[in-house]
């Protein structure tokens, strides 16, 4: 089976062109092939499918094995991969996930693909939609006792649940420990991405994430945009702001006209192979 490894911001999958392969177990084989140490090394497996609907259909497994329903770094690193591969020689793409179609605008030079921007659609405020288990309409700046720690919580989904969690100080030296107990809370019936987020101005935020079925990640797409939803809605960000991430940075605007959540970063090819 042929493979190619890729990232977006640092937030690397192993990549499968099921146009061409066939994988029968996703679940065992994105354990495999995410071990660090044994396997390949990955935050997880990305499936690149055919779609009767879209130009692509994308399916995400995490490192556990868990099925995701949106990875917006993914999604930049397929629109790469099917327009370098001649799969497509659109530069606007559909690409259909299991959080909705998603529109990708691809940024081409002599033939390659380095920058991807994606319409990443309305974020989620409703607290049962997200879903999150509080009794109120919107959760934001909410005071929750978590088994070792209160936190202020700011809960959005952008195809996936996100908890956001505003720190004092250089987040790069927070103990990400406490995601894992927020993550596996029963206020989240289907779990939760948790991102610790520092406002530096209100055009740049810091922030690191701890990955729902997958632990500390160097960066995610839809974490990165519902942080900014987050910093928006608790006063302390623009609609548009630079959001730099351990793997790099992304530019995310949530456009008030028509309250779309638009993200524009990297991909970047790592290396090809076969297992």
């Not at 991430?245 to 290396?271: H, K, P, Q």
Request: glycine share 10%.
């Amino acid at each position: 089976m042929r493979f190619t490894k890729m990232h977006g911001a640092g937030n690397d999958y192993v990549y499968i062109n099921c146009f061409e392969e066939q994988v029968e177990h996703p679940e065992e084989l994105a354990i495999h092939v995410s071990d660090r140490h044994k396997g390949i090394g990955a935050d997880g497996l990305v499936l690149m499918m055919p779609s009767s609907a879209c130009d692509v259909r994308m399916r995400i497994f995490n490192a556990d094995g868990s099925e995701a329903q949106m990875c917006g770094n993914a999604s930049r690193c397929v629109g790469k991969y099917v327009y370098e591969h001649g799969l497509t020689s659109k530069t606007e793409l559909t690409l259909e996930t299991l959080a909705g179609v998603k529109r990708l605008l691809l940024f081409p030079d002599s033939g390659k693909v380095h920058k991807v921007c994606v319409d990443m659609g309305e974020p989620v405020l409703k607290a049962t939609d997200i879903p999150v288990n509080l009794p109120m309409e919107q959760v934001v700046d909410c005071p929750v006792q978590f088994p070792t720690q209160q936190w202020n919580i700011t809960c959005v989904s952008m195809g996936n649940p996100h908890a956001v969690i505003f720190v004092d100080g250089d987040v790069n030296g927070f103990p990400l420990r406490y995601g894992a107990e927020i993550e596996l809370h029963p206020l989240f019936p289907q779990r939760t991405n948790v991102e610790f987020v520092q406002s530096l101005t209100p055009t740049h935020l810091r922030m690191r994430v701890w990955e729902r079925g997958s632990g500390e990640t160097q960066a995610c797409g839809t974490g990165a945009c519902a942080a900014l939803v987050a910093a928006v809605l608790n006063g302390k960000a623009q609609r548009q702001a630079e959001i730099s991430l351990l793997g790099g940075n992304l530019n995310i605007e949530w456009r008030e006209s028509n309250n779309r959540v638009y993200m524009t970063g990297d991909a970047v090819s790592v290396f090809s192979g076969e297992i």
